[in-house]
Nanobody
Framework: QVQLVESGGGLVQPGGSLRLSCAASGSIFSIYGMGWYRQAPGKQRELVAVITNEHREIYADSVRGRFTISRDNAKNTVYLQMNSLKPEDTAVYYC???????????????WGQGTQVTVSS
C-alpha cells in the first residue's frame, strides 16, 4: 500500500506565506510526476502545480510567480512554497503522485487526504 501524507496547511493573512509538504510512503518502486491540486467550496478540483521526476515544473496561471513546487526524491517528498497568498487561494490542497509499486505493474495515481489553506484577515 502507498500513502501520501500532507502537512503545512493553516490560516494565514493575505500577503503571507505557507509551505506545504507531502511525503509518500509504503511499497514504492518509482515515483514519476508529483503535484498539488486544490478545491475551493462549490468549485471543481483544479491543478495548482506539478513537477516531473526530472524536475520540470508546470504551474496554473493563477499561481505562477507566487508558488514554487519542488521535490526531494531521496525523501519521496514534494513541497509547495506559497508566497503572496490571496483570499482566492483558500481551498483544500491535495497532493497527487504517479507511483509504480513494482516493476511488474504500471504506475497509478495516488492522492493525499487534503490539507486546508485559509487566507483571511
Amino acid at each position: 500500500q502507498v500513502q501520501l501524507v500532507e502537512s503545512g496547511g493553516g490560516l494565514v493573512q493575505p500577503g503571507g506565506s505557507l509551505r506545504l509538504s507531502c511525503a509518500a510512503s509504503g511499497s514504492i518502486f518509482s515515483i514519476y510526476g508529483m503535484g498539488w491540486y486544490r478545491q475551493a467550496p462549490g468549485k471543481q478540483r483544479e491543478l495548482v502545480a506539478v513537477i516531473t521526476n526530472e524536475h520540470r515544473e508546470i504551474y496554473a496561471d493563477s499561481v505562477r510567480g507566487r508558488f514554487t513546487i519542488s521535490r526531494d526524491n531521496a525523501k519521496n517528498t514534494v513541497y509547495l512554497q506559497m508566497n503572496s497568498l490571496k483570499p482566492e487561494d483558500t481551498a483544500v490542497y491535495y497532493c497527487n503522485a504517479d507511483i509504480r509499486t513494482t516493476i511488474r505493474v504500471p504506475a497509478s495515481d495516488y492522492w493525499g487526504q487534503g490539507t486546508q489553506v485559509t487566507v483571511s484577515s
